[in-house]
């Protein structure tokens, strides 16, 4: 699902959103006042383009193109997607949402990125009410999945159905809340933390490094996988949730936290928080740490998409749904996919271990075009690698974007010799080669055997292609 979106306000969150959009073949119109809106916001979109393609295994789509234009009007028309995110003030908000709706489509999407108010305030004196609704993301808005989609009773339904398809279609969560709250979910619970963090500097209790520490090092690995609710549940041990409510329950009673009441927000308290962040942090400029945060959360992410679990799974679900089938080009392209941080070494570039996984796949991607795909193997039959060759020809690094062809040299009964070549795209040098023999086999008796006639046939149609280009 394509079309364009019109970003209404860039900055950090607008930017993400373009830059989310745009990477996803999307077009994007961008109006912001803001003379320096294009440089920052195309820093945005640098370090988008680096980091989201390293969360696929599949090629990403086109990108779309990024405009930059003077007025409301100018970006709205005809927009399916409409994404307002000026500052947090209401009567600008009102503004802004009636120059929108003067001049864009009454079936477009219309949603703010708004974490304070809720869609009703929004819809204060509009002029279609049931286009409206809140769709709050989160920092990095191009790594991080989540949106808290937030309608009214006003709002459209239908309209609301086709926001939750268009941000599963690239990539994104939508959490339908189902009634307005103030700060809509996650915001209430990262305030209730922000708000004790406070108590526990005012009071001389931790610094913000060590608060920071208590988190990254304890809790927050487990919150990034499990959530609140399935962590508790796991202590509860096998008597599960019910014997944790009864267990901890009653030291809900107990004083311990400060969650009701607010510190004074003082000058000293700034100068407090401030002067300590700026010890711990302040070495490091903002890209850098937003560098470091994007590289962190590429590996984190990529960690629970190979075990399938929580946001890795939503990515693992998106990276299939842009997985395209092969075409009929000699020699095949089985893989197209950027380098990811967590595949290179000490050294800077990919480890060598990798440079098997990449051929692996590209195997993998020549046996679903032939027929030997996850049906074939569930039914008792596969191909294994029996020998392989690895030729490392120049270094390849973070980022870049590679892709893999594959030549079928041998595709007689159960033996099928393949020749893999990697290039890097930008200028198309020979990055590693890979000579790959594997044999049929049978799953059951776990011995070599003759591939299955629809199988056999394709690989020999195959094969004699290949040997017609290179003969």
């Known amino acids: 699902m394509t079309g364009s979106a019109a970003i209404i306000g860039g900055g950090v969150i607008g930017g993400g959103w373009a830059a989310r959009f745009a990477l996803m073949r999307w077009e994007v119109r961008i109006f912001d006042p803001d003379p320096e809106a294009e440089r920052k916001i195309g ?63 009454p079936d477009a999407v219309l949603a703010s990125s708004t974490s304070g108010f809720k869609p009703s305030e929004l819809q204060q004196g509009a002029a279609r009410s049931g286009q409206i609704m809140v769709a709050h993301p989160f920092n990095p808005v191009y790594l991080l999945p989540l949106i808290e989609l937030v309608p009214s009773a006003a709002s459209d339904a239908a309209i609301v159905t086709r926001a939750k398809e268009i941000l599963t279609a690239i990539g994104m969560y939508p959490l339908h809340v189902r009634a307005e709250i103030d700060a809509h979910i996650a915001d209430r619970f990262l305030e209730a933390v922000w708000r004790e963090a406070l ?12 608060i920071d520490n208590a988190i990254r090092y304890g809790f927050g690995l487990r919150w990034a996988q499990m959530g609140l609710f399935e962590t508790y549940r796991v202590a509860g041990g096998e008597a599960g949730m019910r014997h944790f409510m009864a267990q901890f329950g009653p030291c809900l009673q107990w004083p311990w936290t400060k969650l009701t009441d607010v510190p004074e927000f003082t000058d000293e308290l700034v100068d407090l928080i ?5 010890a711990q942090s302040g070495h490091m400029g903002i890209r850098d740490l937003e560098r470091l945060r994007d590289n962190n959360l590429v590996a984190i992410l990529r960690a629970l998409k190979q075990q399938g679990a929580a946001a890795g799974k939503l ?9 395209a089938s092969l075409g009929d080009e000699i020699p095949l392209v089985t893989v197209r996919r950027v380098v990811p941080v967590d595949w290179t070494d000490i050294n800077g570039h990919m480890n060598e271990g990798r440079y098997g ?26 191909y294994f690698t029996a020998e392989t060759s690895i030729r490392y020809l120049a270094e390849t690094h973070a980022g870049e974007d590679i892709r893999v062809t594959t030549r079928v040299a041998l595709g007689a009964g159960k033996k099928l010799k393949l020749w893999h070549q990697m ?12 000579d790959q023999f594997l044999l049929h086999v049978s799953l059951e008796t776990r011995r070599s055997c003759p591939p299955l006639p629809h199988v056999a046939a394709a690989l020999d149609r195959l094969a004699a292609a290949h040997a017609e280009v290179t003969a």
């Open 199 to 210: 108590w526990l500097v005012k009071d001389g209790i931790a610094t913000t490094e060590e």
């Open 43 to 105: 820093e945005v979109m640098a370090n988008a383009a680096r980091v989201l393609p390293m969360l696929y295994e599949a090629p990403m789509p086109t990108r779309g193109a990024i405009t930059y234009v003077g007025t409301v009007a100018e970006a709205v028309a005809g927009a399916d997607w409409i994404q307002e995110s000026v500052p947090e003030r209401l009567d600008i908000k009102h503004r802004v949402i009636a120059e929108i709706q003067a001049a864009c489509s």
């Open 423 to 434: 290039h890097r795209a930008a200028d198309d040098a020979l990055l590693a080669t890979c």
């Open 274 to 278: 401030a002067g300590q962040s700026d």
């Open 357 to 382: 996984q990449l051929f692996s796949d590209a195997s993998e991607e020549l046996m679903i075009h032939i027929g030997a795909d996850r049906e074939y193997i569930a039914a008792g039959h596969s």
């Open 315 to 323: 990515i693992l679900d998106h990276d299939n749904s842009l997985r």
